[in-house]
């Protein structure tokens, strides 16, 4: 099956790009889907993939590898969406900071815990260090079948900043939160830092062929309100700005992962066209509260992914029976865990390809 | 300060349960405030105590040092309630799980990953072990001020199940999903033998002393919509129910903390008389939504109350101002970290004390 080349596929994908009339509000009669994390450990080729390869990092930064990994589940599953294999922690790379991925750890960066260091970093410098990235969005552009969209992303502020003043992951995130709540105007150079770096990334993404573009905001359900609004909701409303100043079409996803019911807020004052639902949304909520502002997108808790069966079948038609009559993407609340079996992968492909209880729009 | 005795501070606390009064739904002039944690390692006479005692669970199994725990905020902050100084693992070691406390490491339990463990479980036999327990509610009952009220607690059950499956903490609650995922009507059984446990608990509690109590579901923030409102609203649900068979009156708080947009149908279905919020919670959302369903409980971020000063503040004063207006209790969003300097502590009793911009309710 892994053999398949894409081209195999086209027939079974048409050639329009569903996600790309999902997020311009359109009601579909099936929705377009994709999966956080689609490429990844969970698939055998991949993990051979790696093996090969050098490190982690080494592989975001190689187009060629980077291409393969990426087309890799669209290969076995004909996704409607083709997602930029990279990582969020390449800006703060980008930037002049330090990064390295040590398995089974996580991330580890130089911790940044003063403004001078925040003067030192080069957020109009990154382009140097991530032209593979734009290399690897060139080669995907021209491979992809033409319902393909293609996918571009960067993470949020907030969430960049967490792992660039913890120096890696966290469970309190007690550096970065003391610092945003003791010296706001101080972190606001860092936040404003990013907002540059991560904009202009995203479009010279956009220009290097990516269609749309997702903001990652992994821990925006770590902060109070008013700091979410801050440091979360308006950041991204910048950067969006200023990317459609230069791509003024380019659809934007913001998944604030964790905000409960400060989606509220951030759908109506993100500026995106479609928010990003982690797993514990409440679908009727998302409905009546959330998709008359934007597009949604989600929400499969991926363990359900992992258990498979009935009981992942039953979730799968709740949330395609409760949003699909509405501009909607179908995906999970979070990323592909490994322990994934790709035969539950296949056969959410097929319940949503199946889905024809969407509306009664053309299709 | 911390010799302070506590008839030092009847004074200043007056003669009226405040807690009470907010619990039934009335608005008060100022509200009532305690904090989660609020006996702890943040204060040095704890640490000074922790010392002498042995282990942690020795501790909350010794009467005498239980209660000098619990007591020892009230001497320097005069809160309003005294939260009984135990953990919600006593019911999962006085069902006959083996539990252990490994410092800087957390709770250690043989994990429970088989139906044929749920039957071996003694729900019924659980007060044996827990009679030190209500031994400490007794005496605390006896010493406190008569305006300080006496809470006593447990964990709600699916968070107590979190931890009895993993066998301790978990990033990813990978099996205890999968098993309510793929074998409900088996995890089911776990979940009744807790609501049984839990319900008797808080009933000998109640008989014991405690004049509130608080149910805590730490992990109700990682379920998806209809796993939490099975594993989650029901289970607390028919607790309370269980509970008033014995004590109509005793006022519920329950606090499913992360539940997000999920807290709306937590308020008005748990059958809970308050709701205690996260930080996450947006304010206006909350007094809107669940105030008029139960009283609200909440939700400074504890890290506030580390930075202390004229950010901690402005935070204190935002959520007097947006939830004091209706039924409220002051309190954090989670618990008081181990780093809080404790003259931020005396800050926040001061501000919550010296509101009175409540309501015109007679004081």
């Known amino acids: 099956m892994n053999t398949q080349s894409i081209s195999d596929r086209a ?11 999902a997020l311009a509000g359109e009601r579909l009669q099936r929705p377009p889907f994709w999966l956080m994390r689609q490429a990844g450990r969970y698939l055998p080729e991949y993990r051979e993939l790696r093996q090969q390869a050098g490190s982690f990092l080494e592989l975001c930064y190689d187009p060629a590898l980077a291409t393969e990994v990426t087309l890799q589940p669209i290969r076995r599953f004909a996704m409607d969406a083709a997602i930029l294999f990279a990582d969020i922690l390449l800006v703060p790379q980008a930037m002049g900071r330090t990064l390295a991925f040590r398995e089974g750890e996580g991330p580890v960066l130089e911790p940044l815990r003063h403004r001078e260091d925040i003067a030192r970093l080069r957020p109009g410098a990154i382009h140097d260090t991530l032209a593979p990235v734009y290399e690897t969005l060139r080669r995907l552009q021209a491979e992809l079948p033409q319902a393909v ?36 105007d101080g972190f606001a150079r860092l936040i404003d830092a990013l907002i540059e770096a991560t904009a202009d990334y995203l479009a010279a993404q956009v220009t290097a062929g990516a269609e749309v573009v997702q903001l990652f905001d992994t821990w925006a359900g770590v902060l109070p309100e008013r700091d979410f609004e801050r440091w979360c909701v308006a950041p991204v ?8 100043a230069v791509h ?18 951030y759908a109506a004052a993100a500026g995106v066209d479609a ?12 409905r009546d509260v959330l998709q008359p502002q934007a597009a949604v997108q989600g929400n499969l808790d991926p363990r359900y992914l992992v258990v498979g069966g009935a009981a992942m079948e039953a979730e799968i038609e709740r949330i395609l029976a409760a949003l699909a009559g509405g501009p909607f993407v179908f995906n999970l609340g979070h990323g592909i865990v490994p322990e994934t079996p790709p035969e539950n992968v296949a056969r959410l492909a097929e319940l949503v390809r199946g889905f024809a209880g969407g509306d009664d729009a053309p299709s």
């Not at 003043?165 to 995130?173: K, M, T, W, Y």
């Not at 409960?260 to 807020?265: L, P, S």
């Not at 928010?275 to 998302?286: E, F, I, R, Y």
């Open 275 to 286: 928010v990003g639902l982690d797993w514990t949304v409440p679908l009727a909520w998302a």
């Open 237 to 244: 409303r910048a950067i969006v700005e200023r990317l459609r």
């Open 149 to 184: 969209t293609l996918i571009g992303f960067a993470g949020a502020p907030w969430t960049v900043a967490t792992y660039m003043v913890e120096g890696g992951s966290s469970r309190d995130f007690a550096n970065v939160k003391r610092w945003a709540f003791e010296d706001p």
């Open 248 to 265: 003024p079409d380019v659809p934007v996803i913001g998944f604030p992962r964790g905000a409960g019911a400060g989606y509220a807020g």
């Open 11 to 21: 027939g079974e994908l048409g050639t329009e790009k569903l996600l790309l009339r």
